[in-house]
């Protein structure tokens, strides 16, 4: 089985902190993505990364960077954490399938607050 | 741009009640559309990858179904632990490498003994 797991189930931060979220993956995958989910919102792509030391900007990159220095870890950086950040943020990775689909295998979340 | 909506927002059953939840989409050139299951506080699993109008998917009581414009997740004989947000995404061919998915809103569904 896939599995993809997060550093933090919960985290709390205050509002100009420095934030690390990471992700690792034990499946050799090469493509891994954060989304965040708000209510009402749904899930939003943040970033993404197709190979080690490759980075895409999703549909939100605004206030994120990304790191991926290793195949397996992805991590989320948010440089300056403001409270409009607060949300559960969602890592996910894939590989091609067959049929070149790329269905993305989630892990259990961290949910971020920010005060 | 990618669109996808789900309809109902949310929907309440009767344990054997058969329902469909509906996923309609907009997106230039499908490369996939996927189904997830999302519990409470938990991350979404994966349930269904369909590819092409007409092709369909089975897992015990759902099954998922696909045209040019929307997709049904048909529910058979549901029992309370089907209970979850259901999610459906696509994605679209960008000219190879990843890509994210475009998530629907999600269709909360409760199942009642």
Not at chain 1, 6 to 17: A, D, I, P
Not at chain 1, 33 to 40: E, I, S
Not at chain 1, 84 to 109: I, K, V, W
Request: with cysteine; proline share 4%.
């Amino acid at each position: 089985d896939v599995k993809v797991t997060q550093s933090s189930r919960y985290l709390v931060k205050r509002t100009g902190e420095k934030v690390f979220l990471e992700c690792v993956q034990d499946m050799d995958h090469e493509n891994m993505f954060w989304y965040r989910q708000d209510p009402g919102l749904g899930l939003r792509l943040i970033y993404f990364s197709y190979d080690v030391k490759m980075k895409e900007k999703g549909d939100i990159p605004e206030g994120y960077s990304v790191s991926r220095e290793k195949k397996e870890r992805f991590s989320l950086i948010l440089e300056s954490a403001s409270t409009n950040q607060t949300s559960m943020y969602l890592c996910a990775s894939s590989s091609p399938g067959d049929r070149g689909s790329h269905e993305q295998y989630f892990g259990p979340g961290t949910r971020l607050t920010v005060t | 741009e990618d669109q996808v909506t789900q309809s109902p927002e949310a929907l309440r059953l009767q344990e054997g009640e058969s329902s469909s939840l509906n996923c309609s989409y907009t997106v230039s050139g499908l490369r996939g559309l996927f189904w997830y299951r999302q519990d409470p506080g938990k991350g979404p699993e994966f349930l269904f990858t369909l590819y092409s109008a007409g092709e369909e998917k089975e897992k015990e009581r759902l099954k998922a179904t696909l045209t040019k414009k929307e997709s049904f997740l048909h529910i058979t004989a549901p029992k309370p632990e089907d209970s979850a947000t259901y999610l459906c995404a696509v994605q679209a061919y960008r000219g190879g490498g990843a890509d994210g998915l475009t998530f629907g809103k999600g269709t909360h569904l409760i199942i009642q003994p």
